[in-house]
């Protein structure tokens, strides 16, 4: 009898954990719920329970499996969201319950509102939105992304697949996907769908996917890009504008799906990017000649001391003037180098050495795949300039 009094016990404390862990949504009495009570409280339920897990950025069971890359975006949004870093206070922002719509499908467009008081003042966080699937008894959680762009137009090129209310820039498309593959056929990695949802550009793309409001961006501009990945599946979410995405920073983003920058030689990987993508919006074919008209270009110049005190020039394009760094130009030479004679494998061991201050393994390795030493490099670099001039 006891021990069945203690199973009980163990059972009553285990059922209040749960109900402490989720229900945390505050509940104004105006709200109109859905007719049935039994729907209402499941729906209460799962909505407790997804913005429970998403706040602690734990595994969240209440999330609709199909639409798990779409909703990952929403809930990377409400990770800590309850924390007041000014105030010291990890709960100081609670989510209420703002409206529940009925929609078709056995859904509903769940709104909530993160919510603190201070000194009499109500401070609103956030404001989110969330689909809600009845599922036999209980309901799952997505983001309205898809809801939100079931109408859009599609242009697929490849695994590349551009989503787009209006019209889209098919020439910029081709540009940005064909770079895309590219980057991607280098680092044999091109498996996989890649969506990108492309709002207008005066429309804010966090809407796209359930973030009404959030205090941190407040004032920043609409130029901004959301990316979730799961499986053989990537998404961006962000504006038209990015067909215009800089081709150097579309290398860092391709390479960087493979392996963190942390873990690459982050100089060497400018160089492959500089290549590739060039710098600012200029080709290698275009700032190759500035590199020249720049630089006086002799037997005599240690490029050494340009390395080591991060020398650079300014360009004046489309971004606006920016600095160039020497060494990203002489870094691109000796990739270009390697590729030819090594392939892009030579290329991959370079950018795997460790970054130090005396840059040992670097010099290492280059000698290893070019004979190109820290005692002979001015020559050697002086060399491949030559050559790349009376390539032209």
Not at 119 to 137: C, G, P, Y
Not at 179 to 192: H, L, P
């Amino acid at each position: 009898m006891k021990l069945k009094n203690c199973y009980t016990l163990l059972f009553i404390t285990f059922c209040l954990s749960i109900n402490a862990q989720t229900n945390i949504l505050k509940i104004n009495p105006d709200i109109v719920m859905p007719k049935d009570s039994l729907e209402s409280k499941a729906l209460l339920f799962s909505v407790n329970g997804f913005l429970s897990a998403a706040q602690k950025n734990s595994k969240n069971k209440w999330i609709l499996p199909t639409e798990s890359t779409e909703t990952t975006l929403l809930t990377d949004e409400i990770v800590d969201i309850q924390k007041n870093e000014k105030l010291k206070n990890d709960s100081f922002f609670n989510p209420y319950l703002t409206n529940i719509i009925p929609l078709e499908d056995n859904r509903y467009l769940v709104k909530v509102s993160y919510l603190g008081i201070h000194e009499n003042t109500s401070i609103l966080r956030a404001s989110f939105e969330l689909v809600a699937h009845k599922l036999n008894d209980e309901f799952l959680i997505s983001s309205p992304l898809l809801m939100n762009t079931q109408n859009w137009k599609t242009k697929n090129i490849q695994n590349h697949i551009f989503h787009y209310p209006y019209t889209i820039n098919d020439e910029m498309a081709q540009i940005f996907a064909n770079k895309a593959i590219f980057y991607d056929d280098i680092i044999k990695n091109n498996t996989g769908e890649f969506h990108y949802y492309l709002s207008k550009d005066e429309f804010d793309p966090l809407k796209l996917f359930g973030v009404e409001y959030k205090s941190d961006y407040n004032g920043n501009d609409l130029q901004r890009r959301w990316i979730s990945e799961q499986g053989e599946k990537l998404l961006w979410v962000t504006n038209e504008g990015i067909l215009d995405y800089d081709l150097h920073d579309l290398w860092h983003n391709r390479i960087q799906r493979v392996i963190s920058r942390k873990d690459m030689h982050r100089r060497v990987d400018c160089h492959v990017a500089t290549i590739y993508g060039g710098i600012w919006g200029f080709s290698w074919e275009e700032l190759f000649p500035i590199f020249i008209e720049k630089f006086v270009i002799g037997k005599n110049v240690d490029w050494l001391e340009h390395k080591k005190n991060y020398s650079y020039f300014t360009t004046n394009g489309k971004r606006g003037e920016r600095k160039n760094y020497t060494d990203d130009f002489i870094g691109a030479l000796l990739v270009k180098k390697i590729q030819r004679d090594n392939g892009f494998d030579g290329v991959w061991e370079l950018l795997m050495t460790k970054r130090t201050k005396d840059e040992k393994e670097y010099f290492t390795v280059l000698e290893k795949l070019t004979g190109i030493s820290k005692e002979n490099y001015n020559k050697e670099v002086y060399k491949l300039i030559n050559e790349e001039i009376a390539s032209r």
